[in-house]
Antibody, heavy 116, light 111 residues
Framework: EVKLEESGGGLVQPGMSVKLSCTTS????????MEWVRQAPGKGLEWVAE??????????YYGKSVKGRFTISRDDSKSIVYLQMNSIRSEDTGIYYC???????WGQGVMVTVSS | DIVMTQTPLSLSVAIGQSASISCKSS???????????LNWVFQSPGQSPKRLIY???KLDSGVPDRFSGTGSETDFTLKISRVEAEDLGVYYC????????FGAGTKLELK
């Protein structure tokens, strides 16, 4: 069974940093591209970032609203994907979902609240 | 960025009826490899989203065949025949041919 479990969220002050983790199991992690998608409270879905696999040189891509502030990375030895969020803003508040293979599987999400 | 426009934004149906959602992209989603990366994602209230359809018309594992996707280039449609109570929630189209973007979502409600 494929499992994706996000962690690391919580209350963060504007301008600060937070690192989300997505721990996975049930599939060969190193074979897959992984993504982060977020959802502001009461709003729709927004694609945040993608990291490809070793065969694709671990290429990374970002949405416009987070480019230059967020960094996606992965540890194939631990089957974990990360999202480092820097210079965080109030508009970054929301649920962050980890997904596999372009939205095929989703985690339960982790809430990030940006407030002073 | 490619803009995905969904209509309607809200849809009321009775159980057993059919429902249809339109999604239009601001440019063709046909990628250089000849494939069209248009997906449909469903979110039940309080739950994580779930992908239903990928590459316009391919059903994900476990998705009932009451769901079908059609379309090409810039015009796409999700059809649900014989709506069941578990189908109520929000449906999003999402393109992956370029930097991914989602539609605003269509809320399917009970009439």
């Amino acid at each position: 069974e494929v499992k994706l479990e996000e962690s690391g969220g919580g209350l963060v002050q504007p301008g600060m940093s937070v690192k989300l983790s997505c721990t996975t199991s049930g599939f060969t992690f190193s074979d897959y591209w992984m993504e982060w998608v977020r959802q502001a409270p009461g709003k729709g879905l927004e694609w945040v970032a993608e990291i490809r696999n070793k065969a694709n040189n671990y290429a990374t891509y970002y949405g416009k609203s987070v480019k230059g502030r967020f960094t996606i990375s992965r540890d194939d030895s631990k089957s974990i994907v990360y999202l480092q969020m820097n210079s965080i803003r109030s508009e970054d508040t929301g649920i962050y979902y980890c997904t596999r293979a372009f939205l095929r599987d989703w985690g339960q999400g982790v809430m990030v609240t940006v407030s002073s | 960025d490619i803009v995905m426009t969904q209509t309607p934004l809200s849809l009321s149906v009775a159980i057993g009826q059919s429902a249809s959602i339109s999604c239009k992209s601001s440019q063709s989603l046909k990628y250089s490899d000849g494939k069209t990366y248009l997906n449909w994602v469903f979110q039940s209230p309080g739950q994580s989203p779930k992908r239903l359809i990928y590459q316009v018309s391919k059903l994900d594992s476990g998705v009932p065949d009451r769901f079908s996707g059609t379309g090409s280039e810039t015009d796409f449609t999700l059809k649900i025949s014989r709506v069941e109570a578990e189908d109520l929630g929000v449906y999003y189209c999402c393109q992956g041919s370029y930097s991914p973007t989602f539609g605003a979502g269509t809320k399917l409600e009970l009439k």
